[in-house]
């Protein structure tokens, strides 16, 4: 099985499914992580960049990854491109990886990274004959991104789908710690603390000691 994560930004793959992440590496399955935007100067100096760069990279060692990819385009500032540009990336990247599973942000967080992400990769993924290897869609969530919209302005994110993570959040919690840069203290919401607090709090919910939840998009039980 291949399996592709879709991540706006460095860290949101860790936090949303970096259990996930190592559990499918650990049982061998190819796991792709896509990281899609990048800053850049002046906004975020360079050694800025480099830097959560290098965090990236770490991260995605010890989580396993099969491959790490850097699409590059511009943090904060996806509305200035033209629609079909960033479809067009989204498109590339799914031809590209040829994923059976695919975990996306959650359309509902506060960023507005998030939400268009999710409408580019819906339209990569329309269920077209180049896109019947792909079985499964899932939305993860995001701390300080997913919990932090108005349940009134956004559908709130009501997962149905659990992954069980007990044998694996140590390492996430590890890969999470090479993104010094964007580690905070609790009570911070990207704290360790508070990582740890929500993958116990998803996995005592359906009997498991840590899981990461999800919600489902699109699900084919293919023959």
């Known amino acids: 099985m ?42 975020f100096p360079d050694d800025q960049v480099a830097q959560v760069r290098a965090e990236a990279e770490a991260a995605a060692e010890i989580l396993g990854v099969t491959q790490l990819h850097f699409m590059d385009l511009p943090v904060t500032k996806l509305a200035l491109l033209p629609e079909h540009e960033l479809n067009g990336a989204m498109g590339g990247l799914i031809d590209q990886t040829q994923p059976n599973w695919v975990f996306l942000p959650y359309r509902g967080d506060l960023h507005e990274d998030h939400k268009q992400i999710f409408d580019a990769a819906q339209v990569a993924l329309r269920p077209l004959p180049n896109r019947l290897n792909v079985e499964r869609i899932l939305c993860y969530e995001t ?13 709130a994110f009501t997962p149905q789908t659990y992954i069980d993570i007990t044998s694996t959040l140590a390492t996430k919690i590890e890969a999470m710690r090479a993104y010094k840069s964007q580690l905070r ?6 704290s360790i603390d508070s990582i740890e607090a929500l993958a116990k709090f998803r996995g005592m919910t359906v009997h498991r000691m840590a899981a990461e939840a999800f919600v489902p998009v699109r699900e084919v039980l293919a023959e």
Request: hydrophobic share 45%; glycine share 8%; net charge negative.
């Open 2 to 43: 291949t399996v592709l994560v879709i991540a706006p930004h460095p860290d949101d793959e860790v936090l949303g499914c970096g259990g996930v992440i190592r559990r499918f590496a650990n049982e061998g399955h190819a796991v792709h992580v896509a990281i899609v935007t990048r800053g850049w100067a002046p906004l």
């Open 185 to 190: 203290d609790a009570p911070n919401a990207r």
């Open 143 to 155: 701390l300080s991104e997913t919990h932090w919209h108005a349940p009134q302005a956004e559908p």
